[in-house]
Every structure is written in structure tokens, then in C-alpha cells.
């Protein structure tokens, strides 16, 4: 029960980014979402909350972007460095969301859908409302302000967290385990830059998660999730 609460309680942010080659490896130096901490450093005193960015009611009309008290980047959290036309991977921990599916009765099929959006006309007061489901791909929905790159199922198909002892429990961790051979493996939403973007300055990422829960005739509740990046051109 304490495990299945820890899963429960665990949501999801992105941990990490990547270029993707034409071979389907990832290359370059690893970059990183607004807002990372180091979680290994901090041990015992690290927290979801100093890195999640949770949305529960859209009425309020939220920004997509959470300010940090740790600050957008520093140290060694930097950006990832990339160009027009590279392809790019977005890297989350499922925490259960995917080899347990019924863990949270309710919740839409694999796991509710991810949208990511791009934009070079980022500020802290882009407001979630003018961009999901409103921004397209091809960049006329809304204000026009940036576009659609990429949408898919939270479960992409391949990712898994190691279940430990439990595991065997775990119909999708097993397939997936004994197909990939490794302990567990990550979430990834890749993106295709546009080709487009200039090849100096700063293009933003806005990674959105939507998780609703469905209470049956009173309709879902809202419950969204998001993480932003700077991709430096």
C-alpha cells in the first residue's frame, strides 16, 4: 500500500532533452526544462513540488510556464543547444501511470494525451488557455504567437519504471522489461523543430499534460500538468 501511494502521489514532469539523429540515437550534451534541480544532491529534502506544475482549475486562466524559485536555468541545468530542423526528445518518468494504468480509476485511456507547442515569442505571462487547444501546426490557431509540434499518448509505448520486487505483478513492465532488457526506461515526446527558426537565439518548448479525471454524468475534472524548456539555437 505505502508503494502504490508513492506511485499515486507521483506525477509527472520533463526530466531532460535530447537531439535525436538521423539514426535514431540521442547526441550532444544533455539539456535540461526550466526549473530542474538535481534531485540525487538533494536527497531526503527534495520535493515534487519544487518542480511541478500543477493545474487544477482553468477558470483562473494559469500560465503554461511556473516560475521557480530555483530559477529558469544555473550551473549546470542549461539549455540544449540545437538547430532548425533537429529533432528533439522530451524525457518523463511515467511513475506508475503506465504500468499500472488502474492505479487511478477514471483516467483516460494510456494515460491522457501530451501536447507540445513551440514558440519564439515566449514571456512568464503566456497564459495555458491561449495555447492548448488553440494553437495548431500550422500556426494560424489563436494569437498565432507559436504552433502545434507534436501530440501523442502519455504512455508512448515503450516506457516502464522499475517495479522492483513487485514487478512480476506488472503485465505491461514485464513485456516491456523483456523486450528492451533494461531496468526500466523512460517516457519520451519527440519533436521535430521547424525548419524555419532562425539559427541564432531562443526557441521555447511548452510540454502539456492532460489528465483528466472522469466522474462519469458530473464530467471530468480538470488536471494538467506542464513543463517548459528553452531550446538555444
Known amino acids: 500500500l505505502i508503494a502504490a501511494a508513492q506511485y499515486a ?26 526549473g530542474w534541480v538535481n534531485r540525487t544532491a538533494l536527497g531526503q529534502a527534495f520535493s515534487d513540488d519544487m518542480v511541478l506544475n500543477k493545474i487544477l482549475d482553468l477558470k483562473s486562466d494559469p500560465v503554461v510556464c511556473r516560475q521557480f524559485a530555483q530559477g529558469d536555468y544555473s550551473g549546470q541545468a542549461q539549455p540544449l543547444k540545437a538547430a532548425p530542423g533537429d529533432s528533439i526528445a522530451m524525457l518523463y518518468a511515467e511513475n506508475g ?109 511548452f510540454w502539456i499534460w492532460n489528465w483528466p479525471l472522469n466522474n462519469g454524468l458530473a464530467g471530468n475534472t480538470t488536471e494538467i500538468y506542464t513543463s517548459c524548456a528553452e531550446i538555444q539555437l
Not at 9 to 22: D, G, K, P, Q
Request: hydrophobic share 30%; with cysteine.
Open 9 to 34: 502521489n507521483a506525477h509527472s514532469w520533463v526530466e531532460a532533452l535530447y537531439r535525436i539523429s538521423n539514426t535514431g540515437m540521442f547526441v550532444g550534451d544533455m539539456g535540461y526544462p526550466m
Open 97 to 205: 501511470h503506465v504500468t499500472d494504468p488502474e492505479l487511478v480509476p477514471g483516467r483516460p485511456y494510456r494515460g491522457g494525451n501530451v501536447y507540445v507547442y513551440g514558440t519564439l515569442k515566449q514571456k512568464p505571462d503566456n497564459k495555458l488557455n491561449d495555447i492548448l487547444n488553440v494553437w495548431n501546426a500550422a500556426g494560424t490557431g489563436g494569437n498565432k504567437k507559436g504552433k502545434l509540434l507534436a501530440t501523442h499518448f502519455y504512455d508512448d509505448g515503450q516506457c516502464y519504471q522499475d517495479r522492483g520486487a513487485e514487478g512480476p505483478k506488472y503485465p505491461i513492465f514485464v513485456e516491456r522489461k523483456n523486450k528492451y532488457g533494461l531496468p526500466e526506461l523512460l517516457c519520451q515526446s519527440d519533436v521535430r523543430l521547424p525548419e524555419d527558426l532562425p539559427t541564432t537565439g531562443k526557441y521555447h518548448l
